[in-house]
């Protein structure tokens, strides 16, 4: 069952940005750690970058460090990814997930996601070289 919806998924040329939005209207995203994931084709689900509900900065991975920023709008109940320097390997569909259960954020692990999270439907990104 979706319970988030993500948009700003599209086509972006080799290095050029874009920025992905989760938003619910079925709970207060800030009372759940969140998770951006990616899945290319063939390949596994993986964590690209996660914050804890109880605030401080968030985590990423090695792969996007440096090049993506995760933030939130508690205001707005909206999760960004914004994402520079955009890679033809960042081509993946990108969801955002709220992390059901405790150590599902951390600084040596990143954002893991199960499927009892809350997940979204998920935006395509493709990345052009």
């Known amino acids: 069952q979706v319970q988030l919806v993500e948009s700003g998924g599209g086509l972006v040329q080799f290095g050029g940005s874009l920025r992905l939005s989760c938003a619910t209207s079925r709970f207060t995203l800030d009372t759940y750690d969140i998770g951006w994931f990616r899945q290319a084709p063939g390949k596994e689900r993986e964590g690209v970058s996660c914050m804890r509900s109880s605030g401080g900065p968030p985590y990423s991975a090695d792969s996007v460090k440096g090049r993506f920023t995760m933030s939130r709008d508690n205001a707005k109940n909206t999760v960004y990814l914004q994402m520079n320097n955009l890679q033809p390997e960042d081509t993946a569909v990108y969801y955002c997930?709220?992390?059901?259960?405790?150590?599902?954020?951390?600084?040596?692990?990143?954002?893991?996601?199960?499927?009892?999270?809350?997940w979204g439907q998920g935006t395509q990104v493709t990345v052009s070289s």
């Open positions: 997930a709220a992390l059901v259960g405790a150590y599902r954020c951390t600084k040596s692990n990143g954002a893991r996601g199960l499927s009892h999270d809350y």
